[in-house]
């Protein structure tokens, strides 16, 4: 088994240093990455179904072409999101993720890897 693929993250131990600030409240940065292939039910699967599917509702909500929507993509200055699509996006994904985002951290959810990471955490926190 090589370590060649994708990069599965750890979070982040109290202590270590970080890579800045994470845009999302309550979330340090992760921590050292080590390289995985990639196998179903890895960190690195979960998060790339997630973001699929993120940029899928994005796409669809903002009527954009797919193609044209990455993790990078930030919603107002990439994407021409204005302030009502942006709430309407996050309400979609609220109901299509069962989570919930709260105005003072929605406020802060700027592109799509953002969202991403903000839905990936909060499914972290109902495991737990």
């Not at 982040?12 to 039910?41: F, K, L, W, Y």
């Amino acid at each position: 088994m090589g370590d060649q693929g994708a990069e599965v993250c750890r979070p982040r131990v109290a202590g270590e240093s970080s890579g800045g600030p994470s845009p999302i409240p309550g979330r340090a940065r992760d921590g050292p990455c080590r390289p995985n292939r990639g196998e179903v039910g890895t960190v690195s699967s979960v998060r790339e179904e997630v973001e699929q599917k993120v940029i899928e509702t994005v796409a669809e909500v903002l009527n954009k072409e797919r193609n044209a929507i990455t993790s990078d993509s930030r919603f107002k200055e990439d994407l021409d999101a204005d302030s009502l699509n942006i709430v309407e996006l996050l309400m979609r994904i609220e109901v299509d993720f069962k989570v919930e985002i709260p105005d003072e951290h929605a406020e802060k959810i700027l592109s799509v890897a953002h969202l991403v990471e903000y839905i990936l955490v909060r499914h972290e926190k109902h495991k737990s």
